[in-house]
Each structure stands twice: as C-alpha cells, then as structure tokens.
T-cell receptor
Framework: DTGVSQDPRHKITKRGQNVTFRCDPI?????LYWYRQTLGQGPEFLTY????????KSRLLSDRFSAERPKGSFSTLEIQRTEQGDSAMYLC?????????FGPGTRLTVT | QQQVKQSPQSLIVQKGGISIINCAYE??????FPWYQQFPGKGPALLIA?????SEKKEGRFTISFNKSAKQFSLHIMDSQPGDSATYFC?????????????FGKGTHLIIQP
C-alpha cells in the first residue's frame, strides 16, 4: 500500500493527558498537511509542511498543539493537556503538486 | 465566516438518476476547486478537481460545472449507483498565494436508493 498512513487509528485518552499522532506521507511527496474533522463537518486545515519547514499554521492550532516533520519524511502532531473539545478525527494529507491525498485519519476521543 | 457553502446537506437519489451537489465560494482568490468522497471511518478521497480557466470537467460519471462570475461550482454524478452512497465535500484553495490549506464545505450526505 503506497498511500498515506496514520497511526494510531483510534486513541482514547483522559482529559489533561498528552497524545501524539504519526503520519507517513506518500513516498516523494514533499508537502504534508494536518486537518481536523468533527462529526458532520468538513475537514479544517491546521498546518502545512514543505519538506521539514512548517510554512503555515491555522488559528485553530492553539499553543497546546505542536507539529513536526523531522528530515522531511513522517510527521507527528502532539496535543498537550487534552480537552474534551479536542475530540475529533485528525487527518493527514500529502501532495507533490496541487492534489492532496488523505490518510485514513486518527480518531481521538477525550473522556 | 464560512468561505465555502455547500448544499444540500443531504440528498436521496434513485439508482440510475443524476445526483447534483452545489457549492458557492466567497473568496475571489480561490483558484483550485476539488471534490472529495468520504465513506464512514475513512479519509476523504479525491474525486475530481477544476481550475477557473475551464467551465466544465468530466471524468467518467463525474462532472464539475464551474461558473466563475457567480462564484459557484457543482458536482454531477450521472447514472448514480448504490456504491456512490457517501458524504461528498467540495473544497477550494488559493493555488498560488502560498496559503496551501484547503477550505472545505460542510458536506452532503448522499444516499442512492436501489
């Protein structure tokens, strides 16, 4: 399978805990994106990397959120001190031109 | 401010019929308009996309119609099949402005009745 992969697929955590998600983009895609999708809504853009550089961050990305893409390959998204409002599907996408290809997502439930 | 408005929220079509989903945008800097299909528990899958230099693009049973002056675009699914039952999202982006994130509509839940 050469598509975008994400791990874990599901995460249940207690409020206040930290969580980290991983995204592996399609090989040779230099652009990587993180989105958040809540139930019944479209995905909302969070942040964007070109190679290892984080070039854009949405106002949705509060100080509790941090993303990295060391060496321009896989990326991690960390949420510190999780809140119930963080419960959502976190989607990763990659591209090498304008078309963005999404992974299956990580569903986060904060109890 | 919702920059991409999508309608209808839900749609039921008989097998073999035409499904039509509409989107309107506000930001005139948008110049790339993709449509995504999403099944429950899966990530969105790119279906078809258009740029404003053409008014229509067709790929198989899927067609995008684009009206630049009205700032509207629509997805037509011809000969709709039960396997097309999914949630469809329109999206838009300023392709050359450095703002690389897609702005999505709220989605249309499509049901194709056999």
């Amino acid at each position: 399978d050469t598509g975008v992969s994400q791990d874990p697929r599901h995460k249940i955590t207690k409020r206040g805990q930290n969580v980290t998600f991983r995204c592996d983009p399609i090989s040779e895609h230099n652009r990587l994106y993180w989105y958040r999708q809540t139930l019944g809504q479209g995905p909302e853009f969070l942040t964007y990397f070109q190679n290892e550089a984080q070039l854009e961050k949405s106002r949705l990305l509060s100080d509790r959120f941090s993303a990295e893409r060391p060496k321009g390959s896989f990326s991690t998204l960390e949420i510190q001190r999780t809140e119930q409002g963080d419960s959502a599907m976190y989607l990763c996408a990659s591209s090498k031109s304008r078309e963005q290809y999404f992974g299956p997502g990580t569903r986060l439930t904060v109890t | 401010q919702q920059q991409v408005k999508q309608s209808p929220q839900s749609l039921i079509v008989q097998k073999g019929g035409i499904s039509i989903i509409n989107c309107a945008y506000e930001n005139t800097a948008f110049d790339y308009f993709p449509w995504y299909q999403q099944f429950p528990g899966k990530g969105p899958a790119l279906l078809i996309a258009i740029r404003p230099d053409v008014s229509e693009k067709k790929e198989g049973r899927f067609t995008i119609s684009f009206n630049k002056s009205a700032k509207q675009f629509s997805l037509h699914i011809m000969d709709s099949q039960p396997g097309d039952s999914a949630t469809y999202f329109c999206a838009a982006r300023n392709d050359g402005g450095g703002a690389d994130g897609l702005t999505f509509g709220k989605g249309t839940h499509l049901i194709i009745q056999p």
